[in-house]
């Protein structure tokens, strides 16, 4: 077990990491029963902790959809000129100089986490 000391506005609390990380895995699996018990021992700190973790996950899941989004918004016109099966580069050569320098900040600043979502369309 890793514990953490963590300021929550009051004396310091004893976080344990590993109760944390249970409560913040994003993987949609069942807790083992193990797991589960441990969760049952979470503290108001942990608990709080978790919400902070979380609340800033979703804060970069919001900033990494509105980046892809604006991507979209760049290419997207020029995707609707070039024919089926082109590629971001053929819609890239298409571009102002603005545009390509605003796309390349935008895809620098993105984590390459390896998630990719891919919206259906049909």
Known sequence: ????????GRPLARIRTDVVALLVDRSQRT???DEQALVATATRAELQATADVTARLLDEERKHIAALARIGELVGPYFAT???GSVMGDAMALM??????E????A???????????PRTA
């Open 108 to 118: 620098r600043a993105l984590p390459a986490d390896g998630d990719v979502i891919i």
């Open 103 to 106: 796309l390349d900040a935008i």
């Open 31 to 33: 807790l083992a029963g």
């Open 82 to 84: 070039l024919p089926a």
């Open 96 to 101: 102002s100089d603005a545009e390509r320098a």
């Open 1 to 8: 077990m890793t514990d953490n000391l963590i300021q929550l």
